[in-house]
């Protein structure tokens, strides 16, 4: 078993940034073999992937935070980050931190995962 907190939201204005993190506990000495992903989930929207991160370390971005949004996973630490630059008010949403021994790719797809945290506010304000 593995658990997810997340934890960095807060509420910035556009232009700002906000760096998330997503520390695991449990069975820590798998994250090494886990693919990590950051979702978000805006009022009346579906959850969709915003970035992911496969056990080789390559990444993947939703077109929408592409340039702005980078992922990173520290392994010694058992921790994934989420450094979000240019916030824009649309990156307003409730994120949530997930991971899978499923897949060896960082995925998208919610599909992709069966653990997830309790997510972490982030409120953009223009």
């Known amino acids: 078993q593995v658990q997810l907190v997340e934890s960095g939201g807060g509420s910035v204005q556009a232009g700002g940034s906000l760096r998330l993190s997503c520390a695991a506990s449990?069975?820590?000495?798998?994250?090494?073999?886990?693919?990590m992903g950051w979702f978000r989930q805006a009022p009346g929207n579906e959850r969709e992937g915003v970035a992911a991160?496969?056990?080789?370390?390559?990444?993947t971005y939703a077109d929408s935070v592409k340039g702005r949004f980078t992922i990173s996973k520290d392994n010694a630490n058992y921790t994934l980050y989420l450094q979000m630059n240019s916030l824009k008010p649309e990156d307003t949403a409730m994120y949530y931190c997930a991971a899978t021994f499923k897949v060896l790719r960082g995925r998208l797809d919610r599909d992709a995962y069966n653990y997830w945290g309790q997510g972490t506010q982030v409120t953009v304000s223009s």
């Open positions: 991160i496969g056990t080789d370390g390559a990444t």
């Open positions: 449990g069975s820590t000495y798998a994250t090494y073999y886990m693919s």
